[in-house]
């Protein structure tokens, strides 16, 4: 079942709950929330205040992306902002498998992303660990950034590795420059859970472009 999550980096801050209104009026399926640190990306974008203040706009799933250094640090501020799922970055976590059950251990879905350089292998022992792996498809800390095809044959031997597993359940999400030309690649490589910012948030027919995105 393929999700739609555009996210709000690319929306409109001056009006953020009206823009995540308007995203799920528009048949999103989950909202995804870019938490960047300035230190482990080269961008500041927001944190827990702003993510409890839009909280009321929605009832879908708030998808947040910590693209921080400790993210562990951030997890109760998350949670109680309203957070329903958190995803990592491999590259920010010195304990992996620990910070995976930290997340677990408050009752949430448990990401780790991974860099576009970062190869799958880091993942080989917490593979049964984790609720959802996200391949980056740009490097992260901007929107509107060109997707890197060379990530379709990483997308492909993850669901590979996934299904020799028997955890066809985990989710592969993607995220970035994910636009109606890229999504297609990435579905037949195997993706579920589409990112996208600025395709939909740049787009003054939100619902046609959430559409386009399904293929
Ligand atoms: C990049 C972020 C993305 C970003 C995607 O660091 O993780 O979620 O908003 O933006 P687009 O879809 O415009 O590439
Ligand atoms: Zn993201």
Known sequence: MLKIAPSILAADFAKLGEEIRSADASGADW???????????????????????????????????LM???????????????????????????????TVHQIREL??????ALNPHTPLSVLD???????????????????GQSFISGMLPKIRELRGKLNALG????????DGGITDQTAPLVVEAGANVL??????????DRRSAIASLRG
């Open 107 to 112: 009752g949430l879905p448990a990401g780790v």
């Open 167 to 174: 955890r066809p359940d985990v989710d592969i999400q993607v």
């Open 31 to 65: 909202i995804h929330i870019d938490v960047m640190d300035n230190h482990f990306v080269p961008n500041l974008s927001f944190g827990a205040p702003v993510i409890q203040s839009v909280r009321p706009a929605t009832r879908l799933t708030f998808d947040v992306h």
């Open 68 to 98: 921080t250094e400790k993210p562990e640090t951030l997890f109760p501020a998350m949670m109680d902002a309203g957070a329903d799922r958190l995803t990592v970055h491999a590259e920010a976590c010195t304990h992996l498998h620990r």
């Open 125 to 143: 022992y917490v593979l049964g660990d984790v609720d959802l792996i996200l391949i980056m498809t740009v490097n992260p800390g901007f929107g």
């Open 195 to 204: 990112v996208a910012g600025s395709y939909v948030f740049g787009s003054s």
